[in-house]
C-alpha cells in the first residue's frame, strides 16, 4: 500500500516506458479506484515525462517520503 507522498522507484510502467528506472512521488490521498484502473498516480519522474499511473507491481518504495 502507498501513500501520498511515498517516494517510488518505477519499475515498469505501461503508461511511459521511459519512466522506467527513475524514482517519482505518490499523489494519490485514497487508494486508486475504477477511474484509474487500480493504477497509481506517480509525479515527478522527469522533466518531460508527465504525471504517470502505475499499477502497484510496476512500483517499489524507495523509504523516503515528503
Same mark, same amino acid.
Given at each position: 500500500?502507498?501513500?501520498? @507522498? &511515498?517516494?517510488?522507484?518505477?519499475?515498469? %510502467?505501461d &503508461? &511511459? /516506458?521511459r519512466?522506467?528506472? +527513475? #524514482? @517519482? +512521488?505518490?499523489? &494519490?490521498?485514497? /487508494? /486508486?479506484?475504477?477511474? =484509474? @484502473?487500480? #493504477?497509481? =498516480?506517480?509525479?515527478?519522474?522527469?522533466?518531460?515525462?508527465? /504525471?504517470?499511473l %502505475?499499477?502497484?507491481h510496476?512500483?517499489?518504495? =524507495?523509504?523516503? +517520503? +515528503?
Amino acid at each position: 500500500m502507498f501513500h501520498a @507522498g &511515498d517516494e517510488v522507484e518505477i519499475l515498469a %510502467c505501461d &503508461d &511511459d /516506458p521511459r519512466a522506467v528506472g +527513475r #524514482r @517519482g +512521488r505518490i499523489v &494519490d490521498q485514497v /487508494p /486508486p479506484g475504477p477511474l =484509474t @484502473g487500480g #493504477r497509481w =498516480t506517480v509525479h515527478g519522474a522527469g522533466l518531460l515525462i508527465g /504525471p504517470l499511473l %502505475c499499477h502497484s507491481h510496476e512500483l517499489r518504495k =524507495t523509504g523516503n +517520503r +515528503r
